[in-house]
């Protein structure tokens, strides 16, 4: 199942996402469930309020009727604005620290990225103007479903609730100077995040997915999850050791080899009217493009 936050007749809602969409949302006044009005009471439903979804939409015609939108007519929103955190994996791909000649971790890398970055798909990218050297990371990002602390490898899988995409947009120059990341990827529209949510029981598994990015239709990344030094679930352990996830988190697993600041024979930074896009396999399409910021 992918879902997805999204903006119809001046109204948000959250929905499901086929050929069409479908708004959860819409149907509750008119079947025995209470359906989620926020991203954090969807992520808790339980299966016998999903089985309950499920059966109003069937049994209801009239009900589904008045609450399917054509992708055309929506505008895609960042699937969640309010994470309680979103935590960040340095130097996980295999690909990405050899094209840099970097050691590969023996623990995840971690860092944190304010939910104040988040922007949604179709949505610019503010490049402030005194950046130069700015730059793009195509990363599956993890949704928590529920509260852990310790969490063992093998638990991992019980508290994903879905995948989505997470674009870890970096300012080099500052990043490189400051000789820690927080500043240089914390500014305001750095981490665009979309299109959807898809479910982790549609997914299967996460650690042999297809990521890939373009700029200005330039394939730049090409790579699988499959890549990781620490694949889904081991980050979710290693983190958990740390700090205890909460539902509705977002941990971004780290980026493969292509971003700009390594391209070869001198990188390619980012600049204003460039377009990109993010693809990753079983979740779809972010898109973004570069503005000029004040």
Same mark, same amino acid.
């Given at each position: 199942?992918?879902?997805?936050?999204?903006?119809?007749?001046?109204?948000?809602?959250?929905?499901?996402?086929?050929?069409?969409?479908?708004?959860?949302?819409?149907?509750?006044?008119?079947?025995?469930?209470?359906? $989620?009005?926020?991203?954090?009471?969807?992520?808790?439903?339980?299966?016998?309020?999903?089985?309950?979804?499920?059966?109003?939409?069937?049994?209801?015609?009239?009900?589904?009727?008045?609450?399917?939108?054509?992708?055309?007519?929506?505008?895609?929103?960042?699937?969640?604005?309010? $994470?309680?955190?979103?935590?960040?994996?340095?130097?996980?791909?295999?690909?990405?620290?050899?094209?840099?000649?970097?050691?590969?971790?023996?623990?995840?890398?971690?860092?944190?990225?304010? +939910?104040?970055?988040?922007?949604?798909?179709?949505?610019?990218?503010?490049?402030?103007?005194?950046?130069?050297?700015?730059?793009?990371?195509?990363?599956?990002?993890?949704?928590?479903?529920?509260?852990?602390?310790?969490?063992?490898?093998?638990?991992?899988?019980? &508290?994903?609730?879905? &995948?989505?995409?997470?674009?870890?947009?970096?300012?080099?120059?500052?990043?490189?100077?400051?000789?820690?990341?927080?500043?240089?990827?914390?500014?305001?529209?750095?981490?665009?995040?979309? $299109?959807?949510?898809?479910?982790?029981?549609?997914?299967?598994?996460?650690?042999?997915?297809?990521?890939?990015?373009?700029?200005?239709?330039?394939?730049?990344?090409?790579?699988?999850?499959?890549?990781?030094?620490?694949?889904?679930?081991?980050?979710?352990?290693?983190?958990? +050791?740390?700090?205890?996830?909460?539902?509705?988190?977002?941990?971004?697993?780290?980026?493969?080899?292509?971003?700009?600041?390594?391209?070869? $024979?001198?990188?390619?930074?980012?600049?204003?009217?460039?377009?990109?896009?993010?693809?990753?396999?079983?979740?779809?399409?972010?898109?973004?493009?570069?503005?000029?910021?004040?």
């Amino acid at each position: 199942m992918r879902i997805a936050r999204f903006k119809a007749e001046e109204r948000e809602f959250y929905g499901i996402v086929d050929d069409q969409m479908l708004s959860i949302t819409t149907i509750s006044p008119f079947n025995k469930c209470s359906a $989620p009005q926020t991203i954090e009471e969807l992520i808790s439903l339980s299966p016998e309020s999903w089985n309950n979804i499920k059966e109003a939409l069937e049994d209801q015609e009239e009900i589904k009727k008045d609450a399917i939108y054509k992708l055309a007519d929506v505008e895609l929103l960042a699937p969640i604005v309010n $994470p309680p955190k979103i935590v960040c994996v340095g130097l996980n791909y295999h690909d990405h620290a050899a094209e840099q000649d970097a050691e590969i971790p023996e623990e995840p890398i971690i860092f944190m990225k304010p +939910r104040t970055a988040i922007t949604g798909p179709n949505k610019p990218i503010i490049k402030p103007e005194f950046v130069k050297k700015l730059d793009y990371e195509a990363e599956l990002a993890v949704v928590i479903g529920k509260k852990g602390k310790d969490i063992s490898v093998e638990e991992a899988k019980q &508290y994903v609730f879905g &995948y989505t995409i997470l674009n870890d947009v970096s300012a080099r120059d500052i990043q490189f100077k400051d000789r820690q990341w927080t500043r240089g990827k914390s500014f305001d529209t750095f981490a665009p995040m979309g $299109p959807y949510i898809t479910t982790a029981n549609q997914i299967g598994n996460p650690n042999n997915l297809k990521i890939r990015t373009w700029v200005n239709g330039e394939l730049r990344q090409d790579s699988s999850t499959k890549n990781m030094v620490f694949n889904v679930y081991e980050i979710i352990h290693h983190v958990s +050791r740390v700090m205890t996830l909460e539902l509705g988190d977002i941990i971004a697993t780290g980026t493969p080899a292509g971003v700009g600041v390594f391209m070869k $024979p001198e990188p390619k930074f980012l600049k204003p009217k460039d377009t990109l896009t993010i693809e990753i396999e079983a979740i779809g399409k972010l898109e973004n493009f570069v503005v000029e910021g004040s």
